[in-house]
């Protein structure tokens, strides 16, 4: 059984950075389109990022486009999203997620999730 373990959340202010890990077991991780959502407090989870299972497109939220960059390492079984210039509304619990499918923008794509690691922004 496929079992996604987040890592990296934490407090950061206002403009800094943050990176955070997805370590992936189980499951043959080239096989998968990956991808990040986030959920922040009385919100519906979003689309943040997602990479297609060959890694050559990637997908990003308006929100977030031009501050976050996703990446895969295929030989350690691990995607990553590294967060820069971070803003307040980029607060949320942020889950990565894996899937075998051609639209990866879509959240019930996703067969498996991560428990979700606590992103706060302080202002």
């Known amino acids: 059984q496929g079992q996604l373990v987040e890592s990296g959340g934490g407090l950061v202010q206002t403009g800094g950075s943050l990176r955070l890990s997805c370590a992936a077991s189980?499951?043959?991780?080239?096989?998968?389109?990956v991808g990040w959502f986030r959920q922040a407090p009385g919100k519906e989870r979003e689309f943040v990022a997602a990479?297609?299972?060959?890694?050559?497109?990637?997908y990003y939220a308006d929100s977030v486009k031009g501050r976050f960059t996703m990446s895969r390492d295929n030989a350690k079984d691990t995607m990553y999203l590294q967060m820069n210039s971070v803003k307040p509304e980029d607060t949320a619990v942020y889950y990565c997620a894996a899937g075998i499918t051609n639209d990866p923008l879509k959240m019930n794509a996703y067969r498996y999730w991560g428990q979700g690691t606590q992103v706060t922004v302080s202002s």
């Open positions: 189980g499951l043959t991780f080239t096989m998968y389109a």
């Open positions: 990479i297609s299972w060959r890694g050559g497109s990637s």
